[in-house]
């Protein structure tokens, strides 16, 4: 039983207990929360110093 054999309604339950814990405004930000963790979880794999990077350090072409 892997991640391939969730389903339609598996994923609504998931949804429905998501939204009951942390409420329907609570969810954006939780995705957002989450989202920069697995971005920064990645550059740190990487070895990336910079986990975020900003206008200032682009490169010049």
Avoid: C, Q, W
Avoid at 38 to 51: C, V
């Amino acid at each position: 039983m892997g991640l391939r054999s969730i389903g339609l309604p598996e994923l609504l339950v998931i949804l429905v207990v998501a939204v009951l814990l942390f409420g329907g405004k609570k969810i954006p930000e939780v995705a957002k929360g989450l989202g920069e963790g697995i971005r920064n979880f990645k550059h740190a794999l990487k070895g990336d110093e910079n986990t975020t990077p900003t206008p200032d350090d682009k490169k010049p072409a």
